[in-house]
T-cell receptor, first 114, second 113 residues
Framework: AQSVTQLGSHVSVSEGALVLLRCNYS??????LFWYVQYPNQGLQLLLK??????LVKGINGFEAEFKKSETSFHLTKPSAHMSDAAEYFC????????????FGAGTRLFVKA | NAGVTQTPKFQVLKTGQSMTLQCAQD?????MYWYRQDPGMGLRLIYY???????DKGEVPNGYNVSRLNKREFSLRLESAAPSQTSVYFC????????????FGPGTRLTVL
């Protein structure tokens, strides 16, 4: 069965600093991986996804993630944090067992300090 | 193109009352989902409908029922609300492939007293 683990329920960075949100996956088949963002009082929206093409995936708002099979990781990064990046971020993997389901991690809340 | 819409946005119920959460999508998606979101627990799948005419239980189906009314609409019913069902509920839809993006509604914040 597939799963994702997000390391750190809360991450705090200063404005302009590097953002690094960690995600590790477990999958017996090649995974399809996603990062979603949730701004306060809103639903989730897609940041980026890995679907077995390029291992470095670029998303919206300057975010990118690198798929590393050897480390079973799909960490999310952004070179320079902006106040508007403050949100909750979810790593997710497609469930290949059927039903077109997506398995979400517990989420990491990003705080950005001025 | 409204995407995924949910009604109501907020609801307060007393223990034992029933209610139905409505969800509709206008993207001609095949698959629809109901999640609940609780602090520190991420999103947990309640029920899903992989295609029109089918529904299946997710991770936390107890206390809920669903109806896939047609391709556009997928409702979630609480027959006898309990305080443990206090949560934020999200509906989502997806075209119907493992590489597809899920599109989420704005959520319903439900409080059961």
């Amino acid at each position: 069965a597939q799963s994702v683990t997000q390391l750190g329920s809360h991450v705090s960075v200063s404005e302009g600093a590097l953002v690094l949100l960690r995600c590790n996956y477990s999958s017996s088949v090649p995974p399809y991986l996603f990062w979603y963002v949730q701004y306060p009082n809103q639903g989730l929206q897609l940041l980026l996804k890995y679907t077995s093409a390029a291992t470095l995936v670029k998303g919206i708002n300057g975010f990118e993630a690198e798929f590393k099979k050897s480390e079973t990781s799909f960490h999310l990064t952004k070179p320079s944090a902006h106040m508007s990046d403050a949100a909750e971020y979810f790593c997710a993997v497609s469930d290949s067992t059927g039903g077109f389901k997506t398995i979400f991690g517990a989420g990491t809340r990003l705080f950005v300090k001025a | 193109n409204a995407g995924v819409t949910q009604t109501p946005k907020f609801q307060v119920l007393k223990t034992g009352q029933s209610m139905t959460l409505q969800c509709a999508q206008d993207m001609n998606h095949n698959s629809m989902y109901w999640y609940r979101q609780d602090p520190g627990m991420g999103l947990r799948l309640i029920y899903y409908s992989a295609s029109e005419g089918t529904t299946d239980k997710g991770e936390v189906p107890n206390g809920y029922n669903v109806s896939r009314l047609n391709k556009r609409e997928f409702s979630l019913r609480l027959e006898s609300a309990a305080p443990s069902q206090t949560s934020v509920y999200f509906c989502a839809s997806m075209a119907g492939a493992l590489t597809d993006t899920q599109y989420f509604g704005p959520g319903t914040r439900l409080t059961v007293l």
